[in-house]
């Protein structure tokens, strides 16, 4: 038995167990709890006593660290709750409905709605949670009215949440990526580059996330829906069942009744002025927190969940404004129902909080296990030619992601990985793209990773059930790294970007050319 538990690589078991559940039993809940089961027994090398004390550790881990308050995942949690009354009593105001009934006079067709998704996922590009969390609130309404399925709309705010991010250099992500790479700059003697410029050089090589956003819109345009997305539409489409799964921990919602004659300002105003503070708050945040107001040093120490929690109680105190605005003179509304839109509210985000926590358990846990590390020295240990090393280390952190959940904790381990391997061989041309390969990696990972914290979120903002979300978007992920990949091999190849740019461009052309010649999209059927 201790030899077993012992086995060289006994960490990768846990998550690829949780992935497998996951794709078996289509429960998230079931399939986390395996995973943290499973991560803390090998931990504990069989001894239960160590075990319980691992799995306890792991959940109190969530919100205590350092002997103080976990911030981080804290203000997620409130931030959700904040989000979550803030959407009920925006509907209760009537500025939801308002909203949509303006909206439907600029957006005319199903293709225009899924296009406005994508366009203000585009530019809600400063932080991927923030992204996934608002474009779906504010996209749903919309969506909904011309029967779009949820498990669409999660796909096209998961799309254009990370892969955004990842491409921005104003963004929490992109100062963070400057920040990792400036080390190898120093360490492959290329000092003439700043992290800056090569975080722009590594833009045009982050093919996967490229691939991705282009593939979106050819989804959206031309209605290319397969796999299970394919089903999901078709009950959209011919039954109006916009999502056929329920969130596995969801509750029977309260009724909420609906103020008439309001106005969309109801809607628009609070969203903005959350926009505007977690903005404002970021570059406040991040100053005090660098001692420098410059941008890159504002967002490379940016406090974002902070920020967060600022913008939702701004939102939120104008939502109530504009609600006791609208209601006070209508006979319909009591105080009873101040309590019902909070009890509401919470209850519509406490499904996302708890596959949250179990996905922070779980993470805990795997980092522990070194599950990271392992793959890591895999691709350090491995003697392939140096032509194929960005493709390798593209798999790498696909797998890496999908297994840990975080796209964050790829780059942690496979940056510094990947920097050393190429410097130590001398191929410092294949430095950047090998960075890159990572960066690209490490979303593509993160789109299929049900454990991930950002395709939860992307499930929460767009009322999907996560699962069905996962695997709707699944297919759509699996080719745009396919292709990706394709970049990789000819730049490791051939050093130039243009080149594999061009070869990731004819996978796409070939998708295309598939799609509008061969491919038959979902009509309404006549009954």
């Known amino acids: 038995m201790e030899s077993f538990l012992n086995w060289e690589y006994m960490p990768l078991i846990p998550p690829?167990?949780?992935?497998l559940l996951v794709i078996v039993t289509r429960k998230v809940g079931i399939s986390l709890g395996a995973g943290i089961i499973?991560?803390?027994?090998?931990?504990?090398?069989?001894?239960?006593?160590?075990?319980?004390?691992l799995v306890f550790d792991s959940f109190i881990a969530i919100f205590i660290e350092d002997g103080g308050l976990n911030t981080w995942n804290a203000y997620i949690l409130i931030f959700l709750t904040l989000l979550g009354i803030m959407t009920a009593f925006m509907n209760m105001s009537g500025g939801a409905r308002?909203?949509?009934n303006w909206a439907l006079t600029k957006v005319k067709s199903r293709r225009g709605a899924g296009l406005m998704t994508a366009v203000l996922g585009i530019i809600v590009f400063i932080d991927d949670y923030f992204s996934a969390l608002i474009v779906g609130q504010v996209a749903k309404p919309i969506t909904d009215k011309y029967k779009i399925s949820r498990a669409k709309l999660a796909y096209m705010v998961d799309t254009t949440a990370s892969p955004v991010a990842v491409m921005m250099p104003v963004s929490s992500w992109g100062a963070g990526i400057m920040g990792l790479t400036a080390p190898l700059l120093v360490a492959a003697g290329t000092t003439n580059i700043s992290p800056f410029q090569s975080f722009m050089y590594m833009v045009p090589m982050n093919f996967y996330v490229i691939s991705a956003i282009i593939m979106m819109f050819i989804v959206v345009i031309f209605k290319f829906d397969i796999g299970p997305m394919r089903k999901q539409e078709e009950l959209a489409i011919n039954e109006g069942i916009l999502r056929d799964k329920?969130?596995?921990?969801?509750e029977q919602e309260d009724e909420l009744p609906v103020h008439e004659g309001s106005g969309a300002t109801a809607l628009i105003v609070p969203i903005i002025a959350l926009a505007v503070t977690v903005v404002i708050a970021m570059y406040i945040t991040g100053a005090l927190e660098g001692g420098s107001?410059?941008?890159?040093?504002?967002?490379?120490?940016?406090?974002?969940?902070?920020?967060?929690v600022a913008g939702g109680i701004v939102g939120l105190i104008l939502t109530m404004f504009y609600y006791f605005k609208h209601t006070k003179g209508d006979d319909d509304f009591s105080g009873r129902h101040i309590l019902l839109g909070i009890k509401t509210g919470f209850l519509a985000m406490f499904p996302a909080m708890l596959v949250l926590t179990f996905a922070w358990m779980i993470g805990g846990l795997i980092s522990e296990l070194g599950t990271g590390e392992l793959l890591g020295a895999m691709v350090e240990s491995s003697s392939l030619p140096?032509?194929?090393?960005?493709?390798?280390?593209f798999i790498v952190a696909c797998i890496m992601a999908m297994a840990t959940g975080t796209s964050w904790g790829s780059f942690g381990i496979l940056i510094p990985v990947a920097g050393e391997i190429i410097i130590s061989l001398g191929e410092t041309e294949l430095l950047?793209?090998?960075?890159?390969?990572?960066?690209a990696g490490a979303v593509f990972g993160d789109h299929c990773s049900p454990i991930s914290d950002?395709?939860?979120?992307?499930?929460?903002?767009?009322?999907?059930d996560h699962i069905v979300h996962v695997m709707t978007q699944l297919p759509y992920a699996v080719i745009s790294a396919l292709i990706g990949l394709v970049g990789f091999i000819i730049l490791g190849m051939t050093a130039n970007v243009m080149l594999a740019l061009t070869g990731v461009l004819a996978g796409l052309i070939v998708v295309f050319i598939i799609v509008k010649f061969m491919y038959r999209p979902v009509t309404k059927q006549n009954t």
């Open 16 to 19: 690829l167990l949780t992935l």
């Open 38 to 53: 499973t991560s803390a027994f090998v931990i504990a090398n069989g001894h239960f006593g160590e075990f319980f004390r």
């Open 98 to 100: 308002a909203f949509t």
């Open 246 to 250: 329920v969130p596995e921990f969801a």
């Open 293 to 308: 107001w410059s941008v890159f040093s504002v967002m490379e120490n940016t406090l974002i969940t902070h920020s967060l």
């Open 386 to 393: 140096v032509e194929l090393l960005p493709g390798v280390i």
């Open 432 to 439: 950047l793209p090998s960075v890159a390969a990572v960066l």
């Open 454 to 464: 950002s395709t939860i979120l992307s499930s929460t903002g767009s009322g999907s």
